[in-house]
């Protein structure tokens, strides 16, 4: 809870983490949007949106790939400033937040270093999830029994949630240590109880987003313009809730 | 004279003039079948023959230069033929040949062994391309002397089939084996017009004579079979037991042994129902049997009979040998139910159920050449699928926030298909490009003849099937036998868009190009060459709206058509136009602004090719399905962000 309650008293690093996020949502919606009406709101689909919009809007022209190729660049680069942005918010998260442009220069001198780290942790954290999956698919392929695939997807996203966990708490340590050494460090260290904090507040962080999206897919399956917003600020609150909660975790850490 | 004596002969023979009787042992470990069958076969045709054509579908497994490996690059729907293994392969090998009890081993070729066998004129000039030489699909008994009209003859083959790892309708996984064209079938002898014997064929499907058939099946005890026919006796020897089936009036048998089938039962009217399904699937069987009773109840509503067979087996194969799914055969059909995991929502699984249940009427019943004319199998059929599943569920995919039906996905599939050709084809004429063959012969005929249904309106389009089914059942119907059953009951345009639709590439779009709503700007200027007076007051009471409608016949059928404007304050007003002149401009006035033109608001025609040229929407509502599509994009991005960062 102490982790908790400082993490909230540092809210603007979460905000910091939220807002990259809105900005990505914006990114996204905006051209996707303009782009459904410029191609389709003075149609018959503009009236009567049936399924026919999916393969005589966004079957036309290659529109698709154009959007599947900016949504996953865009991602790409997100990605990439998020490791920038850990630098300063694990700098921040260790002293206090001395404000964004210094954030900023911490974030830039810590960079490569963060980058090095994502990766070599990302690896065989990649590798071990993948073993995993081609074992339980390969129980499943070989049972006559059906539900066989469902369980066997089960155990290994379980599993894979385990080794997250593990590697993420050393990435942190990691992180804290590099930060403090000023220079690329790892960390395999492993403290009982405080791992334990960590994976709890790590797993109620995913949970909350998760409960959050579900009531969000609820509210926009719905006709009505008043639930669309109302579906868009429920998802906004679980990925603010997600950022507080792996913040607590790793300030757990520092 | 001669044909009363045909005749005179023809009404002295048995019930079915063939007969089957096929006794085989199944071992498991080498993936094999092997026995005796002996076909009785009687030439009911006033043409003699000197040959015996047999099919031997299994040899399209045996390697991958099979017309059928070549034609389809030894994939089918997605599953891929096991070419690492030898194991993988398959094939039917005759043994031994009697004729008539005297040994004929010498007469049999497989046609690949047989010099010149475009001469034998069983399968058409242009059915196989030069790069591909004959394959062992079709093996030829030449007789010492010819079989005339009336005779019988009486073949005794020892063969051993050896099931492919299944990929394409038929085969083995490990102990799992779903039996199709398994064993050697007489071909169709059509009289002058010689043998109908086609290879096996990439896209092409099945053509024999109704037959009576026994089975006798060896298997091992623990095994759990299913089959075309009755089971009549059951005995068990050692660790095996042989299950004999008995059935008249079916053109094909198969069966499907495994040693972890799970059975649920059930009824429809007077047929037993069983539902072969793997461990796991418990949870399915619910709906499963919904679909499959989905099924009789509409295609008895279509065809105007019942199934008239006592029992009907559907096999939900495992998800590991999902290539032996959605496949048809008479009284036993396998469906695909691919995870546990689909929704109820998601009615795919039973969409494949109440199609493969309704071939047992369009193939099974009504046996058309599907070689030849697949679009009288999989098209009716095709729509008789919507058909029955609008009756019983209206929706395929039936989600609060998309909705689609069979007439939707099938006019999705043929409004995508640019390609040259059209659905009257044998099924290896048609381009290998752009999906040609399903779209023509599933999609097209699907759209088509609901946009008939429509037009002739329901009571008159239903007479068209109680009629064709009443007259063709059990026969070999011709598409020229349907066509002249549509003329006989609807009539000449009927039969012509039917034709068309056939025959050419002719389509219906209809569009609104133009929507306008202006308000009535005030009389200016002179009246009579003198000023006019204006009474602003009365004036701003009568002041409305001055409306424009465009509407276009892009498509080739010049039928009449309805346009609808609807109005801000919700009132709606209709129009009708009969098509002809390529376009037409609607003028009218309204107090109330029009908010959107809609040619054929009632959509009549289903087949129409595109959706989004038949309105133009003057006034987009803003909290649209669009702007939550878009949202529902972006904010799924976002979530995937942000777990994916999960140790970021
Ligand atoms: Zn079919």
Request: aromatic share 14%.
């Amino acid at each position: 809870m102490k982790a908790l309650k400082s993490v909230i008293r540092q809210h603007k690093l979460v905000t910091i983490l939220y807002l990259q996020e809105l900005a990505l949502f914006l990114i996204i919606f905006i051209p996707l949007a303009s782009w459904f009406h410029a191609a389709a709101s003075r149609t018959y689909f503009g009236t009567f949106f049936t399924v026919d919009f999916f393969p005589e809007i966004l079957g036309k022209g290659g529109g698709v790939v154009v959007a599947t190729t900016f949504i996953l660049l865009t991602l790409l680069f997100f990605f990439l400033f998020r490791i920038f942005l850990m630098g300063g918010i694990f700098d921040s998260l260790m002293g206090k937040y001395n404000g964004f442009p210094h954030l900023l220069k911490e974030s830039a001198k810590h960079f490569y270093r963060f980058l090095l780290l994502f990766i070599a942790y990302s690896i065989p954290l990649l590798i071990l999830t993948g073993l995993t999956a081609k074992l339980t698919g390969s129980i499943a392929h070989n049972s006559p029994n059906q539900a066989m695939p469902v369980i066997m997807m089960i155990v290994s996203r379980c599993i894979a949630i385990i080794f997250s966990i593990f590697f993420s708490y050393w990435h942190t340590g990691a992180r804290f240590k590099t930060i403090l050494e000023h220079k690329t460090r790892f960390s395999f260290a492993m403290k009982g109880k405080q791992f334990l904090g960590f994976a709890a507040y790590q797993l109620i962080s995913v949970l909350f987003l998760l409960l959050f999206a579900w009531l969000s897919v609820k509210c926009l399956t719905h006709p009505g313009t008043g639930l669309m917003i109302a579906g868009f600020l429920v998802m906004q609150i679980g990925l603010y809730g997600r950022n507080l909660f792996k913040l607590a975790s790793y300030k757990l850490l520092s | 004279m001669k044909k009363l004596l045909l005749f005179l002969l023809l009404a002295s023979l048995p019930a079915m003039a063939l007969d089957y009787g096929i006794s085989v042992k199944l071992n498991p470990k080498g993936k094999t079948i092997s026995g005796t069958e002996t076909i009785v076969w009687q030439n009911t045709t006033d043409t003699a023959t000197d040959i015996l054509p047999l099919h031997l579908y299994m040899n399209a497994f045996s390697n991958n230069r099979s017309i059928f490996a070549v034609e389809s690059g030894g994939k089918h729907r997605g599953n891929r033929m096991d070419v690492k293994e030898t194991k993988g392969f398959g094939y039917c090998k005759i043994i031994k040949v009697l004729v008539n009890g005297e040994n004929a081993m010498d007469k049999f070729r497989y046609i690949s062994d047989v010099p010149d066998p475009e001469s034998l004129g069983v399968f058409w000039k242009d059915e196989i391309s030069k790069r591909i030489r004959p394959d062992k699909t079709i093996g030829i008994i030449r007789l010492s002397k010819p079989l005339e009209p009336g005779e019988t003859v009486t073949l005794t083959i020892t063969f051993e089939t050896k099931f492919p790892r299944v990929f394409a309708r038929t085969g083995y996984w490990k102990t799992f084996f779903m039996g199709g064209q398994w064993f050697p079938k007489i071909a169709v002898f059509q009289g002058k017009k010689g043998w109908n014997c086609h290879f096996f064929h990439y896209r092409s499907e099945f053509f024999a004579d109704f037959a009576h058939y026994t089975v006798a099946l060896t298997v091992p005890q623990n095994y759990v079979v299913g089959a075309t026919g009755y089971l009549k006796t059951e005995t068990k020897q050692g660790n095996t037991k042989t299950l004999t089936f008995s059935v008249d009036n079916v053109h094909d048998f198969a069966w499907t042994a495994w040693d972890h089938w799970k059975v649920a039962t059930d009824n429809w009217k007077h047929v037993k129902l069983f539902l072969l399904y793997p461990p796991g699937h418990e949870g399915t069987v619910h709906r499963q049997l919904e679909a499959l009773k989905a099924a009789f109840s509409g295609y008895a509503e279509l065809c105007g009979e019942d199934y008239p067979y006592k029992k009907f087996t559907l096999v939900d194969p495992p998800a590991q040998a999902s290539g032996a799914g959605g496949m048809e055969y008479p009284m036993l059909v396998t469906g695909m139910f691919p995870s546990i995991l689909i929704p109820s929502e998601v009615r795919m699984p039973e969409m494949v159920i109440v199609h493969e249940f309704g071939h047992n009427y369009f193939y099974g019943m009504l046996a058309s050449n599907e070689f030849e004319d697949a679009w009288m199998d999989e098209g009716m059929n095709s729509f008789g699928t919507a058909y029955a599943m609008d009756r019983h569920y209206k929706y395929d995919v039936d989600f609060p926030f998309l909705k689609m039906d069979g007439f939707d996905e099938a006019r999705m599939g043929y409004g995508a298909y640019k390609g040259p050709d059209f659905p009257g084809k044998a099924a290896w004429e048609f381009s290998p490009a752009g999906n040609g063959y399903s779209n023509l012969s599933y999609n097209k005929p699907t759209i088509y003849l609901r946009t008939l249904e429509n037009m002739l309106g329901k009571e008159k389009f239903l007479q068209i099937f109680h009629t064709y089914f009443t007259e063709y059942k059990f026969k070999h119907p011709t598409p020229q036998d349907f066509l002249t059953v549509v003329k006989e009951t609807a009539g000449d345009r009927a039969e012509d868009f039917v034709r068309r639709m056939l025959y050419t590439r002719d389509k219906i779009d209809f569009a609104v190009t133009e929507a306008t709503s202006r308000k009535t700007p005030p009389f200016l200027g002179l009246k009579d060459f003198k000023p006019i007076h204006h009474d602003r007051e009365k004036e701003k009471i009568k002041t409305g709206y001055q409306n424009t409608i465009i509407v276009e016949n892009r498509g080739d059928f010049q039928y009449p058509v309805s346009v609808e404007a609807r109005f801000k304050n919700g009132s709606k007003k209709m129009f009708t136009w009969d098509g002809k002149g390529g376009w037409h401009r609607f003028e009218f006035n309204s107090t109330s602004p029009m908010t959107v033109a809609i040619v054929d608001p009632n959509r009549i025609y289903a087949c129409d090719i595109s959706l989004k040229n038949n309105a133009v929407t003057l006034d987009p509502r803003t909290g649209s399905s669009m702007n939550k599509l878009a949202l529902f994009i972006s904010q799924l991005v976002q979530m995937v962000f942000n777990i994916s960062s999960l140790s970021i």
